[in-house]
């Protein structure tokens, strides 16, 4: 059965440096999305990405983020100066019509 | 805005028992869809079951059922004899219909499910 996947399963960063998160989604899928759970709390919708552009985000999503479906297959999320509060495991998820389909994450420690 | 609430951090059942995680949301839409999403420790969330709400009908997944009340804005999840494999937390979401699939999920805090063998 086809999943998403992510990598970096974990990834560490001195704050101030730039990460680059990247998840491959389910191929005949049409809607990416980028979520985030810092330890403890709810999940958060930090974007959601369709037919190569930004549909929603949500507050948590500022300039410091980006995201790109730079080949086709790939979909990324940017952050280019972390901050210790960016500490969080982060999930990709793809989907058509109805649900959404998440990946194992990424968790992302910055230092 | 949309909220969705799970007013239980925790559960433990038996195993082979049947167990039921509650949760409510609020929405001033009148179509939209619910889902409860599982966790297990190796923290991939896997949909579990979807329900529409113009479906009256109650989804039902193999031992995963789900008590949909739309005018009391409930959304429960029973586990029917409940299993090791079933250990996980537990999230209910809501995401509207109107605007299409790029919608967001709105998740609950969530329910961690303990099996007792």
């Known amino acids: 059965e086809p999943e998403v996947t992510q990598t970096p399963s974990h990834q560490v960063t001195q704050m101030g440096q730039e990460v680059i998160l990247r998840c491959v989604p389910i191929s005949n899928h049409l809607y990416f999305y980028w979520y985030r759970q810092i330890l403890g709390q709810k999940v958060e919708f930090l974007v959601s990405?369709?037919?190569?552009?930004?549909?929603?985000k949500s507050e948590i999503f500022d300039d410091q983020f980006s995201v790109e479906r730079p080949d086709g297959s790939n979909f990324t999320l940017k952050i280019r100066s972390t901050k210790l509060e960016d500490s969080a495991m982060y999930f990709c998820a793809s989907g058509q019509v109805y649900e959404q389909y998440f990946g194992p994450g990424t968790r992302l420690t910055v230092t | 805005a949309q909220t969705v609430t799970q007013s239980q951090p925790e559960m433990s059942v038996q195993e082979a028992e049947t167990v039921t995680l509650s949760c409510t949301y609020d929405t001033s839409e009148s179509d939209y869809y619910l889902f409860w999403y599982k966790q297990p420790p190796s923290r991939q969330m896997i949909l579990v079951i979807r329900q529409e709400a113009y479906k009256q009908q109650n989804a039902t997944e193999n031992r995963f059922s789900v008590n949909f009340q739309k005018a009391a804005k409930s959304f429960s999840l029973k586990i029917s004899d409940s299993q090791l494999g079933d250990a996980a937390m537990y999230f209910c979401?809501?995401?509207?219909?109107?605007?299409?699939?790029?919608?967001?999920?709105?998740f609950g805090t969530g329910t961690l499910l303990a099996i007792q063998p």
């Open positions: 990405f369709y037919n190569n552009e930004i549909s929603e």
């Open positions: 979401a809501y995401r509207k219909r109107y605007g299409g699939a790029t919608n967001k999920l709105i």
